[in-house]
């Protein structure tokens, strides 16, 4: 038997690389009756109730590591805080891979499996950022304070919990403070770690974002690129004449435009956007370079391959056409680099894990709702590996801006959630 809630078919954008599409959520009522047992078990109420204690303390350690920068591809002081942590709460073994993944193993009764949790520890603020964390009644600002160090707190508190309630798992839990996830990271850690030969990971839950009923099982896929002209450049009137990057580069823009318009309003959602454009010295110069970052999304793999060949087809013929109209000087060069390749791929709705989690879901009564996101689940869901992104709980707003915040506002259930699902999946003595 299953139970259907509300059908959601609203696509929205927020200002975070999840990027979510909601759908119907369907549970088989026997993955209901088992968590409802599982939370009766004396060990997890006591684990609730241990949560709950422990708020001031999730708090505390919130802060402290949002106030520790970690801009991209520079983790290393967060990186480094965060395993102490590991340490200081008991974890079996703690190390840091050449990647810059930090890595808590908590190894279970049976240890036949390995059932990771992560959270990301890279923000996208830059070197430098003032990271400090304010206070204003009840509401924490500081860039980073969501997305995605509060995920980060939920995994020290169930780790501490864990300990204090000696709860003993059957399998192993690798606990996972990641690297790479946002921006032009291109999800390196999680690539890392299903390397080849890689770790072996028989299931994976993610913590980011904020609202606990939105599961993440399926992954938008991404391609991204860096597109540059590059030309002798010179002084705009004595020069004159010489093929211009810039020119080149406005005219490939609109070219792109142009033919993806006329193919993605057709198929599945596909979606472009040119997000950073730069180059050129002053306005009385002509430029050496022009370059431009875009980023390509799709539902569908072979939707992002035909973007990419419409992407090279409009640059080549910008190039061409600058090239032929100069008069004088060397013809321009372009280049183009994928500096992004984030998988799509979708897991059934009837996996046990996905099935777990929307029963969560529901004792907690809130909605459940199944969605696609970017996350750094793309790369097991791409693998077929069973895998979901939870909620870190409590509310927050201008993500990936200076002025983010966040308020604990019934954190704790989050944290109970998320601790619940994993105890399923991994099971208990």
Not at 138 to 153: E, F
Not at 221 to 248: C, D, E, I, M, T
Not at 271 to 292: L, Q
């Amino acid at each position: 038997m299953c139970i259907n809630f509300n059908r959601f078919f609203s696509f929205f954008f927020l200002t975070t690389s999840i990027t979510f599409a909601q759908e119907e959520a369907q549970i088989n009522e026997k993955y209901i009756k088992k968590i409802e047992r599982l939370a009766r078990n004396n060990k997890i109420k006591k684990a609730f109730i241990t949560i709950k204690k422990l708020e001031s303390v999730t708090i505390q350690r919130h802060i402290k590591l949002t106030e520790i920068e970690a801009p991209p591809f520079k983790e290393v002081k967060r990186a480094i805080a965060f395993a102490d942590y590991f340490k200081q709460l008991g974890m079996d073994s703690v190390w840091i891979d050449k990647e810059g993944n930090v890595l808590g193993l908590f190894r279970g009764s049976e240890g036949k499996r390995t059932v990771a949790l992560d959270a990301h520890l890279d923000t996208v603020f830059p070197e430098g950022t003032n990271v400090e964390v304010q206070i204003r009644k009840d509401t924490l600002y500081a860039p980073g304070i969501g997305d995605d160090t509060r995920g980060l707190a939920v995994l020290l508190t169930i780790l501490e919990t864990l300990k204090k309630t000696e709860i003993q798992p059957k399998d192993n839990i690798l606990f996972i403070g990641s690297v790479g996830e946002e921006g032009l990271g291109d999800l390196r850690g999680i690539k890392y770690l299903f390397r080849d030969k890689g770790l072996e990971i028989d299931s994976w839950i993610a913590i980011d974002g904020n609202y606990i009923g939105k599961i993440i099982n399926k992954a938008l896929g991404s391609y991204r690129y860096r597109v540059s002209y590059k030309g002798q450049g010179g002084h705009s009137w004595g020069a004159f004449g010489l093929a211009n990057p810039h020119h080149a580069l406005g005219e490939a823009i609109s070219n792109f435009v142009n033919m993806a318009n006329q193919y993605i309003y057709k198929g599945p959602k596909t979606s472009y956007n040119v997000g950073v454009i730069h180059g050129g010295t002053s306005i009385n110069s002509i430029p050496f370079e022009s370059a431009m970052q875009i980023d390509i999304r799709s539902l569908k793999p072979s939707r992002l391959e035909h973007m990419e060949t419409l992407l090279k087809k409009a640059t080549q013929k910008a190039l061409d056409h600058q090239n032929r109209i100069k008069t004088k000087g060397p013809n321009l060069i372009l280049k183009i680099d994928k500096i992004g390749n984030r998988p799509s791929g979708e897991l059934s709705d009837s996996l046990a894990l996905v099935q777990r989690a929307l029963a969560a879901a529901s004792y907690f009564n809130v909605t459940p709702t199944l969605a696609r996101g970017s996350t750094n689940s793309n790369i097991p869901i791409s693998k077929g590996i069973p895998s979901v992104t939870l909620g870190a709980g409590g509310k927050g707003g201008n993500v990936h801006s200076f002025d983010e915040w966040w308020i604990n506002k019934e954190g704790f259930k989050a944290i109970q959630f998320s601790l619940l699902i994993l105890l399923s999946e991994t099971g208990m003595e």
